[in-house]
């Protein structure tokens, strides 16, 4: 699943391959699948979108915002995309294909889930959406020690860390995936409870968000997701399925893997703390 530091690698890549482009076609929703969104009818993608040309690309946390004249293209959480040149072959299937007039393509394969949003500037209103924009990206300095200390309170004493950090868009684009390292980092056990919290813990969970974060993106990406161009990226990850059963690299104990609150967590009993 793409998470923050995915996104941030896509945007820069559609920036530097796609801007000045002009959209020549739009095929949205050509391979069914359930879990796609899209804005209103995806057939009317190429009336949209047609003749116009990309302009910026932004990311909001997990989610890819391109500008196209006066139209938005919105890859929600989730939906990965590919770059394709015009001796490319694409894929068979696909739930949106933007070709452009030179004859290259950016194409979106959904694996999981995901929204593909096509609209014109200022006519979408979505929840997650209009949160990934409004709040502070944890790489900016105005996520800081005050603003990450008011997210706590009342109602999140009960909470794990997996439910505090990756759910509710409390931190849009930290997901699932990025957690675990973030956690590791931390040394902190996802299930650990907030209410247990003590002395400098808060501040070294910050760290912990900003410093994984911020190398996952100088990485390119986690080694389990792709990028534009269909590359692994270079940030190894410590925790994930590629690493579950091995060794943990700094006190040698086997890497577990648990099904909690809708998704897997993996961890080192030992460096991780309840
Ligand atoms: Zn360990």
């Given at each position: ?6 996104a941030?690698v896509?945007a820069?890549?559609i ?16 391979s069914?699948?359930?879990?796609v969104?899209?804005y209103?009818d ?8 047609a003749?116009?040309?990309i ?11 391109i500008?196209?004249?006066d ?9 990965g ?10 894929p068979v299937?696909?739930q ?7 004859g290259?393509?950016l194409?979106?394969?959904v694996q ?6 096509a609209?014109p500037e200022?006519g979408?209103d979505?929840k ?15 996520f ?5 200390y ?13 439910a505090?950090l990756a759910?509710?868009q409390?931190?849009p ?13 931390a040394k902190?056990?996802?299930k ?9 813990d808060?501040d ?6 900003k ?5 996952m993106?100088?990485?390119g ?13 270079g940030?190894k ?7 579950v059963d091995?060794p943990c690299?700094?006190?040698g104990?086997?890497?577990?893997k648990e ?14 703390k309840?």
């Amino acid at each position: 699943m793409i998470e923050l530091p995915e996104a941030t690698v896509l945007a820069k890549q559609i920036n530097e391959t796609a801007t000045g482009k002009r959209i020549k076609k739009v095929i949205a929703a050509q391979s069914p699948h359930k879990f796609v969104w899209y804005y209103g009818d995806p057939k009317k993608y190429n009336g949209l979108l047609a003749g116009k040309v990309i302009g910026t690309t932004l990311n909001y946390g997990g989610q890819v915002e391109i500008k196209a004249d006066d139209a938005i293209i919105l890859f929600g959480d989730g939906a990965g995309m590919r770059y394709y040149t015009k001796d490319d072959k694409l894929p068979v299937k696909h739930q949106l294909w933007i070709e452009f007039d030179d004859g290259s393509s950016l194409v979106s394969s959904v694996q999981m889930y995901g929204g593909l949003w096509a609209f014109p500037e200022g006519g979408f209103d979505n929840k997650y959406y209009r949160m990934a924009k409004e709040k502070p990206s944890p790489l900016t300095a105005t996520f800081d020690r005050t603003y990450f200390y008011a997210l706590f309170g009342e109602n999140t004493e009960k909470l794990s860390l997996k439910a505090f950090l990756a759910t509710e868009q409390r931190i849009p684009g930290l997901g699932n995936g990025v957690l675990q390292d973030v956690l590791f980092f931390a040394k902190m056990h996802p299930k650990k409870k907030i209410n247990t919290l003590y002395g400098k813990d808060e501040d070294e969970l910050l760290y912990s968000i900003k410093s994984t974060l911020t190398k996952m993106i100088a990485d390119g990406g986690r080694n389990t997701e792709v990028d534009l161009y269909g590359r692994q990226g270079g940030y190894k990850t410590i925790l994930s399925r590629n690493t579950v059963d091995k060794p943990c690299p700094v006190c040698g104990t086997i890497i577990k893997k648990e099904a909690y609150l809708g998704g897997s967590i993996y961890f080192c009993s030992r460096c991780q703390k309840m």
